[in-house]
T-cell receptor, first 112, second 115 residues
């Protein structure tokens, strides 16, 4: 199973770009990388997913280098409402079933 | 609102007891996943069912079991409860089999407190 690690916390100010990195040295060939956002007392919510290179949607970008041993979630122009915990998930489905490993989570705090 | 429902929202019980947590997936989703979230272990994948059949096991204890019924709702049974089982239990659902490359939709969770 991929072991995934993230910084425990990050601080930012409104309007800045925030980059959160997830390290997954043991990522398998079939594994995808997904990022989730979680607010207190709520379930995680999907942000973005990718396999390699760069993926962008309306809320974030995901950068994955060629060796895929890490990934970076980029949040452009954060606001107070982006204060939350962000998790990376590395996983895939093989013949033996799903292998799903969540990262340790990064608490992002956005201030005025 | 993710479309995934979980009951009950809170559960307080004593050590040695047995409880059942219930989850209804989003309409159309065939996969149900169960996760445990605690302060010291983070989010841990427990088990997955797809269209009524067990598809994958994660870090699920032998005291825990789950099933998915024909209407696709799922139940997680926790028995011989210990203090360390106190945690948030989340259910998630997805359309396909793979939790890695399918978007998972999480329910609001059940907070279990074992006294």
């Amino acid at each position: 199973l991929a072991k995934t690690t993230q910084p425990i916390s990050m601080d930012s100010y409104e309007g800045q770009e925030v980059n959160i990195t997830c390290s997954h040295n043991n990522i398998a060939t079939n594994d995808y990388i997904t990022w989730y956002q979680q607010f207190p007392s709520q379930g995680p919510r999907f942000i973005i997913q990718g396999y390699k290179t760069k993926v962008t949607n309306e809320v974030a970008s995901l950068f994955i280098p060629a060796d895929r041993k890490s990934s970076t979630l980029s949040l452009p122009r954060v606001s107070l409402s982006d204060t939350a915990v962000y998790y990376c998930l590395v996983g895939s489905y093989t013949g033996g079933g799903n292998k799903l490993t969540f990262g340790t989570g990064t608490q992002l705090k956005v201030e005025l | 609102d993710s479309g995934v429902t979980q009951t009950p929202k809170h559960l307080i019980t004593a050590t040695g007891q047995r409880v059942t947590l219930r989850c209804s997936p989003r309409s159309g989703d065939l996969s149900v996943y169960w996760y445990q979230q605690s302060l010291d272990q983070g989010l841990q994948f427990l088990i997955q069912y797809y269209n009524g059949e067990e598809r994958a096991k994660g870090n699920i204890l032998e005291r825990f079991s789950a099933q998915q019924f024909p209407d696709l709702h799922s139940e997680l049974n926790l028995s011989s409860l210990e203090l360390g089982d106190s945690a948030l239990y989340f259910c998630a659902s997805s359309v396909g089999t793979s939790g890695g490359d399918n978007e998972q939709f999480f329910g609001p969770g059940t907070r279990l407190t074992v006294l």
